[in-house]
T-cell receptor, first 113, second 114 residues
Framework: NAGVTQTPKFRVLKTGQSMTLLCAQDMNHEYMYWYRQDPGMGLRLIHYSVGEGTTAKGEVPDGYNVSRLKKQNFLLGLESAAPSQTSVYFC????????????FGPGTRLLVL | SQQGEEDPQALSIQEGENATMNCSYKTSINNLQWYRQNSGRGLVHLILIRSNEREKHSGRLRVTLDTSKKSSSLLITASRAADTASYFCATARYSGGGADGLTFGKGTHLIIQP
């Protein structure tokens, strides 16, 4: 099993450009999450999903959109990137509800110039 | 908003020594988890301790939980160079209804000197 995978690993964007980060999991987990990690800070929840076709806002959702059209995939979109969105983005999944063990992907480093 | 806070922020010890790091949190919990993050990599789940447990072991890891003090500690015994990483405690994040994710502290950066 690959676990949780993320695409791409690294990306550079110019301010105003858009992009989509892809997260895929092969563990048949219901719950999926997107976090961002900034230097010197813990991870912060952006959006999450409790099942196929559902999405909900987390702690820092502004500037991001998500979709979960298939159970195994969770997409994070930036419609108009801003320098403040420079960060490392982690996807995670879990078989139980949000407060239980989560399995993380390797991360996507995003630099917005 | 951060629920957990790790202490110390950084810790450097000699290989073979024990490493202890602490986590304090603010509100009541169902469980507390510890994760490890190697430089530039994703987080790896280490151990989960439930609110009705006081101590839990996994290999060289020992976690304690004191709900009266709202604190937890992670002990790594007989440290190895490969233990060099950042360690985070995490608790459930609640908004409106049930838990919707995890909230993390800023982490303890552990360096094992050879």
């Amino acid at each position: 099993n690959a676990g949780v995978t993320q695409t791409p690993k690294f990306r550079v964007l110019k301010t105003g450009q858009s992009m989509t980060l892809l997260c895929a999991q092969d563990m048949n987990h219901e719950y999926m999450y997107w976090y961002r990690q900034d230097p010197g800070m813990g991870l912060r929840l952006i959006h999450y999903s409790v099942g196929e076709g559902t999405t909900a806002k987390g702690e820092v959702p502004d500037g991001y959109n998500v979709s979960r059209l298939k159970k195994q995939n969770f997409l994070l979109g930036l419609e108009s990137a801003a320098p403040s969105q420079t960060s490392v983005y982690f996807c995670a999944s879990s078989s139980l509800a949000g407060g239980e063990t989560q399995y993380f992907g390797p991360g996507t480093r995003l630099l917005v110039l | 908003s951060q629920q957990g806070e790790e202490d110390p922020q950084a810790l450097s010890i000699q290989e073979g020594e024990n490493a202890t790091m602490n986590c304090s949190y603010k509100t009541s919990i169902n469980n507390l988890q510890w994760y490890r993050q190697n430089s530039g990599r994703g987080l790896v789940h280490l151990i989960l301790i439930r609110s009705n447990e006081r101590e839990k072991h996994s290999g060289r890891l020992r976690v304690t939980l004191d709900t009266s003090k709202k604190s937890s500690s992670l002990l790594i015994t007989a440290s190895r160079a490969a233990d060099t990483a950042s360690y985070f405690c995490a608790t459930a994040r609640y908004s409106g209804g049930g838990a919707d994710g995890l909230t993390f502290g800023k982490g303890t950066h552990l360096i094992i000197q050879p």
